[in-house]
């Protein structure tokens, strides 16, 4: 949860956090994050998405790691990846846009100005189908590209930024847009700089996440361990709040739903169905929820269900047990 978020909350009660359980979310040791993190990965061009994620659970020695949005094995650029039970949180990032720099090879050497009014036929929303090569069903759909610029060109080279709605295939575009130029293209370099909120601003190499990991199992120095691995909270931060109770933390983590009593703040104007995460009185992530009703409705209402759980993200028992399971009459 960011300061932001925390400013902009509309309180509905008040309650006292008990220290002696749980950790604020900005406050965790290095194995809290290994299991509540996040890493912005720059993923070399070479290898699948899914052996990355085996190495970086080998260089830090845990039994579980996933990452938010495949990218094809020649494909550089942003890989978030969760630690432990961080994964569960990775699905908030495909609602985000992402972005994409990418070479394409013009089959012919069209005019600047017929160029240009190409890609402009490419912005907005856009009719796709799948690549043969592809792991989803091959069926035409929609996705929409919110920006595509020329950032440079030289001769039949063409270097072109993309901001797109996730599950875009960059290559299938550069090919389209060959078929409307009327000779061809075909994209021969793609990088990822941008999911969601994340950018390729301050990535992180498989190389320093190695020596940075050997430097705190060794020497006991977390300094530059801890700049690669971030709270999970982070990824969260674009979506809307909740924050709940102590007393509300473990009967959630068991699948309970929420109910208005357990509810502290929420985010203004929030609205039936919109997706939150929940988050216990320290900023630490509990679960994604659906909202069930309206933020007015919550205020003036004292009894029922607010949320249906989605995802669970914090694991049982981290929190007191404030609750009692019915009893089964035989």
């Not at 630690?83 to 495909?94: D, H, I, N, S």
């Not at 190695?210 to 709270?231: I, M, T, V």
Request: net charge positive; hydrophobic share 40%; charged share 25%.
């Amino acid at each position: 949860m960011t300061l932001k978020q925390l400013e902009n909350l509309v309180t509905i009660d008040q309650d006292v956090t008990n220290d002696e359980y749980g950790t604020y979310y900005d406050k965790r040791s290095v194995k809290q994050l290994l299991d509540y993190g996040l890493i912005i990965l720059d993923k070399p061009p070479g290898p699948t998405s899914h052996e990355v994620v085996a190495w970086v659970k080998r260089i830090l020695k845990i039994p579980k790691a996933g990452h938010s949005g495949t990218l094809d094995p020649q494909v550089s650029g942003v890989l978030p990846l969760g630690l432990g039970e961080a994964t569960k949180a990775l699905g908030v990032l495909l609602l985000g846009p992402k972005e994409y720099h990418a070479i394409a090879r013009l089959h012919s050497l069209p005019t600047k100005e017929k160029l240009e009014n190409v890609l402009n036929q490419f912005k907005g929303e856009i009719y796709q189908k799948p690549p043969q090569r592809s792991s989803v069903l091959r069926k035409t759909r929609t996705r929409t590209i919110y920006e595509l610029d020329m950032l440079e060109q030289k001769e039949r080279l063409v270097l072109l930024r993309v901001l797109c709605e996730a599950g875009t295939y960059i290559r299938k575009l550069c090919y389209d847009i060959g078929e409307i130029l009327g000779q061809g293209a075909t994209m021969i370099e793609l990088r990822r700089t941008r999911v969601h909120q994340f950018n390729d601003k301050n990535l992180v190499t498989m190389h320093d996440l190695a020596d940075a990991f050997a430097l705190w199992e060794e020497n006991k120095d977390n300094s530059k361990l801890l700049r690669f691995l971030q709270p999970i909270e982070h990824a969260l931060s674009e979506i809307k709040s909740v924050v709940i109770r102590d007393s509300a933390v473990d009967a959630l983590c068991h699948g309970a739903q929420l109910a208005i009593p357990g509810i502290l703040a929420i985010s203004p104007n929030l609205k039936k169905s919109d997706l939150v995460a929940i988050y216990t009185q320290k900023g630490e992530a509990v679960a994604l929820a659906e909202a069930l009703i309206t933020e007015s409705e919550i205020q003036e209402n004292t009894k029922g269900y607010a949320f249906q759980t989605r995802r669970i993200i914090m694991a049982p028992n981290t929190y007191p047990k404030n609750w009692h399971s019915k009893q089964i009459k035989k």
